[in-house]
Nanobody, 120 residues
Framework: QVQLVESGGGLVQPGGSLRLSCAAS????????MGWYRQAPGNQREMVAG???????NYEDSVKGRFTISRDYAKNTLYLQMNSLKPEDTAVYYC??????????????WGQGTQVTVSS
């Protein structure tokens, strides 16, 4: 069984920075694309940033130039560096991954989420 565990959320003032991490563990055969998503109260979950196995990245327009997604293949860990944070970035942030387990089952997996609050 594969699981994703996020960390790094918290309370930050506008203009501040946070770095989120998402560690994958368990019976992993391979991880294809990964991404960060967020969901604010009353809103649908939206993709913030994604990265393919070839390190091709894409970003939601509102975070371009402020957020950077990266992954460490040796550690099976995904990161999201968030700079110049704004109150509208406040949400629960989720990590998602397209994984294949050692049993060759392929599925999209979600982490439990981590709260990011941007407020003065």
């Amino acid at each position: 069984q594969v699981q994703l565990v996020e960390s790094g959320g918290g309370l930050v003032q506008p203009g501040g920075s946070l770095r989120l991490s998402c560690a994958a563990s368990g019976s992993i055969y391979t991880i294809y694309s990964m991404g960060w998503y967020r969901q604010a109260p009353g809103n649908q979950r939206e993709m913030v940033a994604g990265i393919t196995k070839s390190d091709v990245t894409n970003y939601e327009d509102s975070v371009k130039g402020r957020f950077t997604i990266s992954r460490d293949y040796a550690k099976n860990t995904l990161y999201l560096q968030m700079n110049s944070l704004k109150p509208e970035d406040t949400a629960v942030y989720y990590c998602g991954a397209d994984v294949s387990s050692e049993e060759r089952r392929r599925y999209y997996l979600w982490g439990q989420g981590t709260q990011v609050t941007v407020s003065s």
